[in-house]
């Protein structure tokens, strides 16, 4: 089991926080950073944000037409830190061991963000959905940008 960095809300009430939400938040995996979405050829791009907790997340991947895997995904999530790691974290399960095929980057649900993660506060879980519905974003992107329209599915 990792170790957990204690971190504190404005209350003094700890909040867990494992190595690796801490690694993903201070070395964040697969960033674009501010200014080069524009010089970024993506396949597909996606983009969520929840008015309620403020954070926003976009996505950019490059996929493999003739494999469909998931070769490249490059991300900007604004909000706190466990936004960040998760969509760190995302952005490695999708294409760690040669990329995730499309089919299987469906399947991704929150929870197994948070299982890679170590977990997350409660009260931060919604984090890890906004990183999961961002990735259905730009696979729908890819369907239609493909002609693939029967293959686009809800969010």
Not at 29 to 57: F, I, Q, T, W
Not at 105 to 127: M, N, T, Y
């Amino acid at each position: 089991m990792s170790k957990e960095a204690k971190i504190r809300d404005k209350e003094g009430k700890a909040w867990l926080y494992t190595d690796v939400v801490k690694d993903h938040f201070f070395n964040p995996k697969n960033l674009l950073k501010h200014g080069e979405e524009e010089n970024y050829n993506a396949d597909a791009s996606g983009r969520v944000g929840s008015p309620a907790c403020g954070d926003e997340m976009a996505l950019w991947l490059k996929i493999d037409k003739k494999s469909e895997r998931i070769t490249e995904c490059k991300w900007q999530t604004f909000g706190c830190a466990s936004a960040i790691a998760s969509t760190s974290m995302l952005s490695v399960m999708v294409t760690e061991n040669g990329g995730m095929k499309v089919d299987d980057a469906l399947k991704i649900k929150p929870q197994d963000i948070l299982a890679r993660l170590g977990g997350l506060p409660a009260r931060k879980v919604h984090c890890s959905v906004l990183g999961d519905q961002a990735l259905r974003t730009a696979i729908n992107d890819w369907f239609q940008k493909t002609g693939q329209n029967q293959r686009i599915i809800n969010v």
